[in-house]
């Protein structure tokens, strides 16, 4: 085998998996790749039903209501609009009405939202990041409030966890 | 005073680290090797002044001395003393100070192997290491100075997160650091192999250990945080995806390319320039790592407004290093001498394979880690990438290079034989499809990944025993079938090669734990005593709902008996949700009964008005199989570091007979 002949076979299978890895990239980020969404988005931005998305915002005051079984029936609202949500399974620890949360799931017709997932930080002071952006665009955060997001010393105490202990 | 003493310390340890920066410099200067003997002194000085102040915060939160902002705002009197010792590190400013010990400690270690790294390559690669040291130092002085004084002393502190207070804690970041923090090793070597120009086996000879250790702590510290995530966070899964996560994966797959790569330096004396690549780009991802999970980027881009001075640091540093070594390296590297091209099909051809498939792979997850954080930078879209990306990319280059890692184990150097490794390997092959068709029979209608996944793990692990075998068997002339001659052979084999094997079937340990997770299942209930929940094969039983006093927390405690299908008793379980009052934060503590290698999984929720508690049960077959085969894969990387191999220094004089051969069978 000449060296030019070796060297052709190394450049040809480095393209070619180079290659597979850009696209499997590509064709993975069209497909599984979820936007966050606040509830005045969703009011405003006609959504197809079906859409997989995380929704956040705060849990609405007295919109809790347990149902059959474990599911469980709440409104997510930024005081701009409010979205209903429906979920079966486990509340994580720092669900509270009035507090920040995030919610993975698929968008029903009539924007109703079905979650699957429900994200809160496991920390008393912690608003979800994407919370609190969607928040100050509404113009209903106060930077350093009571429920101001956690400087970034706390933030990061539990660094080792990360944002994982949100679930 | 203590706590005084150890911030001098600290700034001790900066000025030494300054040394011994200097020194190899000023050494090469004046031709004077006193002065390199002076830069491992200061390297052991630094690590002294370091662990000084490493104990004098120990010192701190052990006696909760709430004088010290840090322990305030991480400590309780109340706390246990364990937590109390692994909340040192379970916050911003002790986790670095944890980092710079380890870093220092690295430091030492180089400084004291006298026999095994020639006297200039030492003196370089402590400098750099110095440099490292310095500006990490430099960054906890300034921006996160764990000895900070409070005026007043509070009387009580605010406790460490409840999440933290695991003994997950005290051994999970220890050992994930001595992994990231050990490739600053391997990243300083390459760098004074650049400074000096010259690269060699020798110097492969001298950084294969260090990168081996640090692989293997690595490999255990990401096994026991998953471990950790898995039974603390209450809901069963053992990897998400998630980017802190990520940031200590990709460090790892990058070693694993580096550990192989060296392999062929050391053996052929060829990928030089790439393995000093894979040298930086490994401490370059560990870097990015720490920016990631220290800087606050990933709870808020915007965190850099509410204290920019650290993200911008770290920022820096990551600028100054990975700039600062890939300038270097595009300067430098034309200087090392190439070293020749080789046959497709051979042992180092199939380790080049395996680079690639690891970079390829290290790739994605790097896309999928930082995308989200420039998309939102650049457009203000929020997106996650979360394991449906992973899955449909990782998963795919994985596979590649799980298929070829007993090919590449039996092919020779120089020049392998396609055919005859095939079929060495047919048996392998031969029960894997059996195992893998046996479970799909077996599991009809189940997932179907579940059983390619279990194939592939006994292809892995057969192909691992075979190698062994057949090197004891022996190849032409040597060749026997006496088992007494194979077993007296195979215990003569370098403790390499079983190191080899036993991590290469730790990989397929873990595939087939992974792969078992097809066929978990989880149930939901609400339940009062009495009432049952069936979950896989099992039913559990609620006995009882009782409260419990914890030191610093109040529990509610559920009490389960689990029984199998026939109604005999397999075991208990109890979970709780903990209440700490000092942080107004409850806490899900899940049960698990481990029955073999699977587990039953319980997991508690809100009680109900009518006197029933929610409760979660995951039926995991075969879990523990994914941490065991990390350890068994970091147990196959510490045999392999005893081999007499490792401990020698310069390689022998037939390794110098051996170039000419490699260079004409190259052209």
């Known amino acids: 085998m000449t060296r030019k002949k070796r060297r052709l076979i190394l450049i040809a299978v480095c393209g070619s998996v180079l290659a597979l890895a850009v696209g499997l990239i590509l064709s993975a980020m069209s497909g599984s790749i979820v936007f966050f969404r606040s509830p005045s988005e969703i009011e405003a931005q006609a959504i197809p039903a079906g859409t997989r998305l995380r929704l956040g915002g705060l849990v609405q005051d007295g919109s809790l209501k347990r149902g059959p079984g474990q599911t469980v029936d709440f409104a997510v609202t930024d005081h701009g609009a409010t979205i209903a949500v429906q979920y079966t399974g486990l509340l994580p620890d720092l669900f509270r009405e009035g507090q920040g949360v995030v919610a993975e799931g698929i968008l029903e017709p009539g924007n109703r939202f079905r979650a699957d997932t429900v994200l809160a930080k496991h920390d008393e002071s912690y608003m979800p990041r994407e919370v609190a952006d969607a928040l100050k665009k509404q113009g209903r955060w106060q930077e350093g409030g009571a429920k101001g997001p956690v400087p970034a010393a706390s933030a990061s105490a539990d660094g080792t966890l990360g944002p994982r202990s949100e679930r | ?667």
Not at chain 2, 113 to 133: C, D, E, F, M, Y
Not at chain 2, 152 to 173: F, M, S, V, Y
Not at chain 2, 419 to 429: E, H, I
Request: charged share 10%; net charge positive; glycine share 10%.
């Open chain 2, 1 to 667: 005073m203590i706590v005084e003493t150890g911030h001098f310390a600290l700034a001790l340890a900066l000025a030494l680290s300054l040394v011994q920066m200097v020194m190899p410099v000023w050494a090469a200067r004046s031709g004077d090797p006193a002065l390199r003997q002076t830069t491992s002194q200061a390297a052991l000085g630094a690590f002294a002044c370091v662990l000084f102040a490493f104990a004098a915060l120990t010192w701190a939160h052990a006696t909760s001395d709430f004088s010290v902002q840090n322990v305030v705002e991480n400590s309780h009197t109340q706390k246990p003393l364990i937590y109390k010792l692994s909340g040192v590190w379970g916050n911003h400013e002790g986790s670095m100070l944890l980092w710079v010990l380890i870093l220092t400690l690295f430091g030492a270690c180089v400084a004291g192997a006298k026999n095994s790294v020639p006297p200039r390559l030492r003196a370089n690669t402590l400098g750099v290491q110095g440099l490292i040291t310095f500006v990490f130092v430099l960054f906890i002085i300034t921006t996160s100075n764990p000895f900070t004084r409070v005026v007043p002393a509070p009387i009580e502190g605010r406790d460490l997160n409840p999440l933290l207070q695991d003994p997950g804690l005290a051994i999970h970041p220890p050992l994930l650091y001595l992994g990231y923090v050990g490739f600053s090793i391997t990243f300083a070597f390459a760098a004074a192999a650049l400074i000096e120009g010259r690269i060699d086996a020798v110097w492969a000879r001298a950084v294969r250990p260090w990168t081996l250790s640090a692989w293997c702590f690595l490999t255990l510290g990401i096994a026991m945080g998953s471990y950790w995530a898995y039974y603390e966070l209450g809901w069963g899964g053992w990897w998400f995806w998630d980017p802190v996560e990520n940031a200590s994966l990709m460090p790892w797959i990058a070693g694993t390319a580096l550990l192989h790569s060296t392999v062929v330096m050391e053996k052929r004396d060829a990928l030089k320039v790439w393995t000093v690549l894979l040298a930086i780009l490994t401490f370059s991802l560990s870097l990015v790592g720490t920016f990631i999970v220290r800087s606050g980027v990933l709870t808020s881009v915007h965190s850099f407004a509410t204290d920019p001075t650290r993200g911008v640091f770290i920022l820096g540093i990551l600028v100054l290093f990975i700039g600062g070594s890939l300038a270097l390296f595009a300067w430098r590297a034309p200087l090392l001498r190439q070293g020749g091209l080789f046959a497709p099909i051979s042992r180092e051809g199939s380790l080049v394979l395996n680079n690639l498939f690891l970079v390829a792979a290290c790739a994605t997850v790097f896309v999928g880690t930082l995308y989200p954080l420039l998309l939102e930078m650049l457009t203000g879209d929020k997106i996650t990438v979360g394991p449906p990306f992973f899955n449909s990319t990782f998963v795919p280059l994985a596979i590649p290079l799980l298929l070829i890692v007993p090919f590449g184990q039996s092919l020779a150097w120089k020049r392998g034989d396609l055919l005859a490794a095939s079929q060495r390997l047919f048996f392998a092959l031969g029960v894997a499809l059996a195992a893998g068709f046996a479970t799909l029979a077996m599991t009809a209608g189940g997932p179907v990944m579940a059983p390619i996944g279990i194939g592939l793990g006994a292809y892995l692990l057969i192909g691992s025993a075979m190698e062994i075998v057949a090197r004891a068997r022996g190849y032409g002339a040597r060749r026997t079938r006496s088992p007494a001659i194979i077993a007296r052979r195979a215990f003569g084999l370098p403790r390499s090669a079983w190191g080899t094997s036993l991590a290469h079937a730790g990989v397929g340990v873990v595939v087939i734990g992974i792969a078992a997770q097809g066929w978990a299942s989880e149930g939901l209930a609400s339940l009062k005593p009495g009432q049952s929940l069936t979950v896989g094969p099992y039913v559990a039983t609620l006995d009882r709902v009782a409260p419990r006093q914890g030191p610093n927390y109040e529990e509610a405690g559920a009490f389960l008996t689990v029984r199998n299908r026939a109604g005999d008793e397999v075991g208990q379980v109890e979970t709780g949700r903990r209440f700490y009052p000092s942080r107004q934060m409850t806490v899900t503590e899940s049960g698990l009964l481990t029955l073999g290698a699977s587990q039953v999984y319980a997991s508690l929720g809100e009680a109900g008005k009518d006197g029933s508690i929610g409760l979660r049960l995951y039926y995991k077959p075969l879990v523990l199989l994914i941490w065991l085969g990390a350890v068994v894969m970091a147990l196959g990387g510490a045999l392999s570091l005893t081999d007499r191999r490792m401990r020698v220094g310069a390689p022998a004089k037939a390794k110098g007979r051996a170039l000419p051969a490699s260079a004409v069978a190259a052209e």
